[in-house]
């Protein structure tokens, strides 16, 4: 279905800054205008001072937030502009989290823990390359893709569950089992003398800063050219076909690109809490993506990482049994209220109020993306 978002009309501007905003700016975002970019800046800069208005053990904890954000965006991505629904983000996640748990503890030098960044990056996407290889090459659609999915994570959460004895040893790392593996390193990047340890507060500011990149990447992304044949590929699959475009492949690479971005989030999470689990894999973290996406707006990215951090600094905040059963109901009052998300809403309703027009009503339809075109 298309929406009145509202266009690029002053990023036609001529210059460096007016080419840039061409390219982070299109019918598939929201926020297209100079007063967005003036509040993105100083969201960032709040989130840069943030260190310094709040202790260390607040700055960790809001760095935990930041990391989930990674998982929300890649099944924004999968779901929300190819139409996907996965259940198997946490797949990735956890196999890059194990991943960089294996190798950093084997290889426990800075040189060794870059690369294990890298490979838990590479794992994360290589596994969701070739699940997607054999669903959509084999045919699997639809919904029967949301369980193959959903069986993947539960399959790795028993397989995984029971690593607890010796014969579950990678060199010096210990599985563990349901005590999962706790001694990975914390991150470090470059060669011996040329290395950056990573603290807290360096860990805070290296995910702020990946988060901004990748945002800014995938922004890029959904409005280029291969963004456009994502949506059109969510909306009518047989009628991209039919115009020749490679469903298949197009559905394997951003399924794939979903993986690595999971396996960025499992890598920063194994990096932060020195740990790693079959906890990742369970069912109630498994849902956790799909409710972020769903509550925050699944067709946008701004949505995706705004409820991301939202739900979890509200969910870690409470804690305990109320925080899930909490987030269930505020997911069942976005379904029913506003099935199209919470941040489109809120830009629609802006777009109006500034136009003078009345606030319009929530979105009833089935569509899966309410931002396809652009008047």
Known sequence: MATERSGRPESESPGLIGRVRGRLEGPNTIGNSRAYWAGFAVAVAVLLAYPYMVGVYQVSRFSLFLVYAFLGLSLSVVWGYAGVLSFGQVVF???A???FGVVSVNFATP??????????????????????????????????VTIITLVST?????????TAGDQWTIGQAALGGFNGMPTIPNLAFGVGGASVAIGDVTFYYLVLVLLVATYLGLRMLVNSDFGRMM??????????????YDVKRAKLLVFTLGGALAGLSGVLYAAWGNYVS????????????VVWVSIGGRDTLLGAVAATVGIEFFRNSLGGELAFVTVGALLLVSILGLPGGIVPWLERTYRNLRSGSPTPPAETTDSTDPEVTEA
């Open 231 to 244: 949506v059109a590929v969510r909306e009518d699959e047989n009628r991209t076909r039919m115009f020749g």
């Open 97 to 99: 989290g194990y991943t």
């Open 111 to 144: 040189l060794g823990i870059t690369g294990a960044f890298l490979v838990g990056i590479g794992g994360g996407a290589l596994v969701a390359a070739v699940l997607g290889y054999f669903m959509f090459y084999g045919g699997v659609r639809d919904v029967y």
């Open 154 to 162: 539960l399959v790795l959460h028993t397989f995984m569950a029971q």
């Open 93 to 95: 996640f956890g196999v």
């Open 278 to 289: 079959p906890g990742v894999f369970e069912l109630a973290f498994a849902s956790l993506p």
